[in-house]
């Protein structure tokens, strides 16, 4: 048996760990707000319409960003460590995967004979002579490219057999699909002392659903066994507790007996202030998006379901028994685009370090690129129409700061007005984030809260319009609403999102007049006060874009407003933030403008320790969940444009760091 001793000391150890980890902290806060300073904007010269190639970055920026990071580093290191493959993505090997996904994050169907399983790979690294030739020979000799994904790999569609490995050559799509990412992923497979990883994952998503497709079942639960699904619009109160509803689930306990029917105590101060008054917290009056105006129509709603349940058999809440409510233009909406991909090649480059010595070398630079519309004359010859939806995604190195450049486009169109594009960093194996299987990504160990932090440059050269919702950060993550970690049981699971949106254009639906669109409270940034949703003088209501609780939660606080149960195969909790001076602690954004066009920024975000404040629902009388990530990403979301659009940003530096103490 252990002495009291060592108890003792390893008790002491932990603790002097602690205080200089608390230390540290301080003194990175304090150099971060000394030191960080406005960048100057990439210069970038493309062609609209066809693949982009060309960008060229000004020296200031790379300098004032090295300037910022460096000063940062020798504290920030001794704390934080990269849990990813290619962290800060300074590995001189391309590591990208492609996939796609409709509405549900499902497959469904590939499409026509040209249309393989919707799963790409670029896996490349330069090879230069053989470690059998001389060293004479072996630096004279040519370089060339080694792929290690090949063209058939790429084509493989459902039901045809892997070329190696024990992998299920299923022919239900859906199945297939997730079999040749772990394909891919087994082609792709890179060591390091952390652990295998395999590619950073381009993720593509049509947001068009046809609601008679069958091919996104729902996750709201059935009458028989719980509520309902609905918008909930319950009473407006004076007070901080609705009525015969937990405001705050995780911190009270579950009362016995009928749930409906028991007098739940209150939680938190009366506040004595008419719902109606006027907040200086609140947004300026204006119109709602029809989706989110038909979320608050509040006459009637059980017997609006129970006719649309009767007439088609199916749980629709009132936003979604509108067909119009979701852009479809007929058969067919709800496709995977055609993916062209220029496999990487040797790339020659020259040019200046912030130091003024000039270098040459060879790097790698490829790209995928294509379009969702099927019917473009222009395919035959890999081009895409200007009327066309479109994407592109191209990787570079940056020759100054050996950053790779991932540079984005994406462009909207009448047939395609809701579409996303996002780099994301998943984990390399288990669940990530929005997906109940196996995966494969960047991503060694899983973040947890607050206990990481994430760093990238950032530069928006095109918003998208008012409807792109620019995720400067989107993590994603899954635990079920009593606590437990996700099984992959999806009637349970719980895949629960956490997104700052940076387009000034994006407005708060969350406001006084739409409380089931706030999260039931907010954790104020210095008091770590509990500030509730109907204290309309306290509650900042521009902190919020938008909050839905998940279908299957049971004791949701009212009024409530649950996500839809379509486009996930699980149910969903999505937490939409917007730059509020509330988050700037953080590191993110405090003001509206901040890291958009023309304000080209690298940003050190304290994601674990903003995630760890946001309100999340959990069944009351459970022990609060770990919140791990395993997605986390940067793109955007063009949700339901009402003209064609385009969105072009450039993402490099791209690292997540965990604490190692």
């Given at each position: 048996m252990p002495s009291k001793l060592l108890h003792i000391s390893l008790a002491m150890l932990l603790l002097a760990c602690t205080v200089q980890g608390k230390k540290r902290m301080s003194m990175l806060e304090e150099e971060q707000d000394s030191i960080l300073a406005p960048h100057e904007a990439i210069n970038f010269d493309a062609r609209e319409g066809n693949h982009p190639v060309k960008y060229q970055h000004n020296g200031n920026h790379r300098a004032v960003r090295e300037k910022t990071w460096k000063a940062m580093d020798d504290t920030y290191d001794s704390i934080y460590k990269s849990v990813l493959g290619d962290g800060g993505m300074r590995d001189p090997r391309v590591r990208v995967a492609l996939e796609s996904w409709n509405f549900c994050n499902r497959v469904g169907s590939e499409g026509g004979t040209n249309m393989p399983s919707p799963r790409f790979a670029d896996c490349a690294q330069i090879v230069c002579g053989s470690p059998l030739t001389s060293k004479e020979q072996y630096e004279g000799a040519a370089c060339e490219v080694e792929q290690l994904v090949n063209v058939a790999d790429d084509g493989l569609k459902s039901g045809q057999t892997f070329p190696q490995g024990d992998f299920v050559d299923y022919v239900q799509p859906d199945d297939y699909a997730v079999q040749k990412e772990l394909y891919l992923a087994s082609l792709c497979e890179t060591t390091s002392?952390?652990?295998?990883?395999?590619?950073?994952?381009?993720?593509?998503?049509?947001?068009?659903?046809?609601?008679?497709?069958?091919?996104?079942?729902?996750?709201?639960?059935?009458?028989?066994?719980?509520?309902?699904?609905?918008?909930?619009?319950?009473?407006?109160?004076?007070?901080?507790?609705?009525?015969?509803?937990?405001?705050?689930?995780?911190?009270?306990?579950?009362?016995?007996?009928?749930?409906?029917?028991?007098n739940i105590p209150q939680l938190g101060p009366i506040v004595s202030r008419n719902i109606s008054t006027a907040s200086s917290n609140a947004a300026e009056s204006m119109p709602l998006p029809s989706i989110v105006q038909a979320l608050l129509k509040s006459a009637n709603p059980v017997d609006n379901l129970y006719r649309q349940q009767q007439q088609e058999q199916m749980l629709?809440?009132?936003?979604?028994?509108?067909?119009?409510?979701?852009?479809?233009?007929?058969?067919?909406?709800?496709?995977?685009?055609?993916?062209?991909?220029?496999w990487s090649k040797i790339n020659d480059q020259e040019g200046y370090t912030n130091s003024s010595e000039f270098i040459s070398s060879q790097t790698l630079s490829g790209s995928f690129f294509g379009t969702y519309d099927l019917d473009d004359n222009g395919l035959a010859n890999q081009t895409?129409?200007?009327?066309?939806?479109?994407?592109?995604?191209?990787?570079?190195k940056d020759p100054q700061s050996g950053s790779w450049l991932f540079h984005h486009v994406l462009r909207v169109n009448h047939k395609y007005p809701w579409l996303m594009l996002y780099l994301r960093a998943d984990t390399t194996s288990g669940l990530?984030?929005?997906?109940?299987?196996?995966?494969?990504?960047?991503?060694?160990?899983?973040?947890?809260?607050?206990?990481?932090?994430?760093?990238?440059?950032?530069?928006?050269?095109?918003?998208?319009?008012?409807?792109?919702?620019?995720?400067?950060?989107?993590?994603?993550?899954?635990?079920?609403?009593?606590?437990?970690?996700?099984?992959?049981?999806?009637?349970?699971?719980?895949?629960?999102?956490?997104?700052?949106?940076?387009?000034?254009?994006?407005?708060?639906?969350?406001?006084?007049?739409?409380?089931?669109?706030?999260?039931?409270?907010?954790?104020?940034?210095?008091?770590?006060?509990?500030?509730?949703?109907?204290?309309?003088?306290?509650?900042?209501?521009?902190?919020?874009?938008?909050?839905?609780?998940?279908?299957?939660?049971?004791?949701?606080?009212?009024?409530?407003?649950?996500?839809?149960?379509?486009?996930?195969?699980?149910?969903?909790?999505?937490?939409?933030?917007?730059?509020?001076?509330?988050?700037?602690?953080?590191?993110?954004?405090?003001?509206?403008?901040?890291?958009?066009?023309?304000?080209?920024?690298?940003?050190?975000?304290?994601?674990?320790?903003?995630?760890?404040?946001?309100?999340?629902?959990?069944?009351?009388?459970?022990?609060p969940a770990p919140r791990r990530w395993t997605s986390v990403d940067v793109g955007t979301e063009i949700f339901i444009s009402q003209r064609m659009e385009t969105a072009e940003w450039i993402v490099s530096d791209f690292d997540v760091l965990s604490a190692d103490c």
């Open positions: 002392e952390a652990g295998p990883w395999h590619f950073w994952m381009v993720m593509l998503k049509n947001g068009n659903f046809d609601i008679h497709s069958g091919l996104c079942s729902s996750t709201a639960s059935s009458p028989s066994q719980s509520r309902p699904f609905m918008f909930y619009p319950g009473k407006i109160t004076t007070s901080s507790v609705a009525s015969g509803r937990y405001l705050n689930p995780q911190m009270t306990q579950m009362p016995a007996g009928d749930k409906e029917s028991q629709l809440p009132p936003f979604i028994a509108n067909k119009g409510s979701f852009p479809c233009f007929g058969h067919g909406c709800m496709n995977h685009p055609r993916v062209f991909h220029n895409v129409s200007l009327d066309s939806s479109y994407f592109s995604v191209d990787w570079s990530s984030g929005g997906y109940p299987w196996e995966t494969r990504g960047m991503m060694i160990k899983v973040p947890e809260s607050p206990n990481f932090k994430v760093k990238l440059t950032l530069n928006v050269l095109r918003g998208g319009g008012s409807a792109s919702q620019f995720y400067l950060l989107d993590i994603g993550g899954c635990w079920k609403n009593d606590g437990r970690d996700c099984d992959g049981n999806t009637s349970s699971d719980v895949t629960r999102y956490s997104e700052m949106i940076i387009n000034p254009s994006t407005t708060n639906w969350c406001h006084p007049g739409a409380l089931a669109l706030c999260p039931p409270y907010h954790v104020d940034a210095k008091t770590k006060e509990h500030i509730y949703r109907n204290d309309t003088a306290r509650f900042p209501y521009t902190a919020y874009h938008y909050y839905c609780v998940p279908p299957n939660a049971q004791y949701a606080e009212e009024p409530f407003n649950v996500c839809d149960p379509y486009s996930n195969p699980q149910p969903q909790e999505i937490m939409q933030l917007l730059p509020h001076p509330e988050w700037a602690i953080h590191g993110y954004p405090s003001a509206k403008g901040q890291g958009w066009i023309g304000d080209s920024k690298s940003w050190t975000l304290d994601v674990g320790g903003l995630s760890q404040r946001l309100y999340f629902y959990q069944d009351p009388g459970t022990k």
